[in-house]
């Protein structure tokens, strides 16, 4: 009996070491995610990590209009106003798959959260979103015809 005492206590403070350690993790990483530091807006990107990125977004684009075509306009009036200096809000967008894939775009697009939950907008000396869309949209077909 008590050698089974034994093990029964060894495998609580291994369970209580676990829970800590994984309550640890989980704050630091709601940490990461809530906050904007000013590492993540000062990112500097390689030529080809910027480039990886942008064909990112335009694909992300692409699967986000084929998903929600009706949402084309939009969209393309959201970007045109983030262009504009505007803030997106996508917190009133009920549809989840939307909303995850409208974030996930705009992210690869530049776009950083501002401290309110849902809203993103456009740092300084990242490039308009359009442009990009566009530019990347174009050689990309080149490359495809090539």
Same mark, same amino acid.
């Given at each position: 009996? $008590?050698?089974?005492?034994?093990? *029964? +206590? +060894? &495998?609580?403070?291994? %369970? &209580?070491?676990?829970?800590?350690?994984?309550?640890?993790? +989980?704050?630091?990483?709601?940490?990461? %995610?809530?906050?904007?530091?000013? %590492?993540?807006?000062?990112?500097?990107?390689?030529?080809? @990590?910027?480039? =990886?990125? *942008?064909?990112? =977004?335009?694909?992300?684009?692409?699967? /986000?209009?084929?998903?929600?075509? !009706?949402?084309?306009?939009?969209?393309?009036?959201?970007?045109?106003?983030?262009?504009?200096?505007? =803030?997106?809000?996508?917190? #009133?967008?009920? *549809?989840? $798959?939307?909303? #995850?894939?409208?974030?996930? /775009?705009? +992210?690869?697009?530049?776009?950083?959260?501002?401290?309110? &939950? *849902?809203?993103?907008?456009?740092?300084?000396?990242? !490039? =308009?979103? /359009? %442009?990009?869309?566009?530019?990347? @949209?174009?050689?990309?077909?080149?490359?495809?015809? /090539?």
């Amino acid at each position: 009996m $008590g050698k089974s005492s034994k093990a *029964d +206590k +060894k &495998k609580e403070k291994e %369970s &209580k070491k676990h829970a800590k350690k994984h309550k640890k993790a +989980k704050s630091a990483k709601r940490e990461a %995610s809530s906050s904007t530091s000013s %590492s993540d807006a000062d990112e500097v990107l390689t030529p080809r @990590q910027q480039l =990886a990125r *942008d064909k990112a =977004a335009v694909v992300a684009l692409r699967e /986000l209009l084929w998903l929600h075509a !009706p949402a084309r306009k939009e969209l393309r009036d959201m970007l045109w106003t983030v262009d504009q200096g505007k =803030a997106a809000s996508i917190a #009133g967008i009920s *549809d989840q $798959g939307l909303r #995850g894939r409208l974030r996930q /775009l705009l +992210k690869l697009l530049g776009l950083r959260g501002t401290g309110i &939950k *849902d809203v993103l907008a456009l740092p300084k000396g990242v !490039p =308009a979103t /359009l %442009s990009v869309l566009g530019h990347r @949209q174009l050689s990309l077909s080149l490359q495809r015809q /090539l």
